[in-house]
């Protein structure tokens, strides 16, 4: 089976009274071409000087590129909408699969009969394609950059943009494009300054973001 943008919207007004007892607002779905995950809940954590994150701009993104059977594309799609409803309640564990999530899927599981499993590996096509992390800073003044680093050392840069942007934000992500391979990776608290639409042009179906969605090994 090939999944479909009105087959994810069906089931997740189903799922939504069915599950999560209808609280989970209507949000945005996509359908890409994405290899290297079945699907995956975007959201932007808001980030303001003394305030608490807020997390926001929610959607749903699945890829036509597997032919699975109907019950493992439904358990998919179960399994973005707990990591939608922790996000969106404010319950998010400090891992992507954390405690909740954990006690969320097995009382699912549970009660309905599911096999929602923690990850799933997408059958591979050829050698591994690599992945850049990098971070979007947008700040109060409208300015757009970005800047990748290695393992372990986002999380000062993150801390650092968040008190420099103020009133704007900071999201991580990951993708396979070349183009973000080309960045340097520094220790210096900088940015490389982009307009919107060129970023825009550059983050394409395979990227996502980490703060959520990443899948444990």
């Known amino acids: 089976m090939i999944i479909t943008h ?6 997740f007004y189903e799922y939504n009274e069915l599950m999560f007892e209808g609280k989970l607002p209507p949000i945005p779905i996509k359908i890409g071409t994405s290899r290297g995950r079945l699907g995956t809940c975007f959201y932007t954590v ?3 000087p003394r305030q608490k994150p807020v997390n926001a701009f929610f959607h749903l993104r699945f890829s036509s590129a597997f032919d699975l059977p109907e019950e493992e594309w439904e358990d998919t799609i179960i399994h973005e909408l707990i990591h939608y409803y922790l996000a969106f309640f404010e319950m998010n564990d400090k891992t992507p699969h954390g405690e909740n999530f954990k006690r969320m899927m097995k009382d699912i599981n549970t009660r309905f009969g599911r096999h929602v499993s923690i990850s799933y590996r997408p059958p591979k096509n050829g050698e591994d394609v690599p992945k850049y992390r990098f971070a979007v800073v947008r700040d109060r003044r409208g300015q757009t950059g970005i800047k990748r680093f290695g ?3 986002y ?9 420099r942007c103020g009133e704007g934000s900071v999201t991580v992500y990951e993708s ?9 990776i520094n220790d210096r ?11 825009m042009n550059h983050i394409n179906d395979e990227q996502y973001e980490t703060s ?4 444990e090994d």
């Open 6 to 11: 009105q087959y994810v919207r069906d089931k």
């Open 46 to 48: 808001l980030r303001r």
């Open 151 to 153: 393992e372990g050392s």
């Open 155 to 163: 999380d000062e840069f993150v801390q650092c943009m968040e008190e």
């Open 176 to 184: 396979t494009n070349p183009f973000f391979g080309k960045l340097c």
């Open 189 to 199: 608290m900088s940015c490389v300054l982009i307009s919107e639409d060129a970023l």
């Open 212 to 215: 959520m969605c990443e899948e």
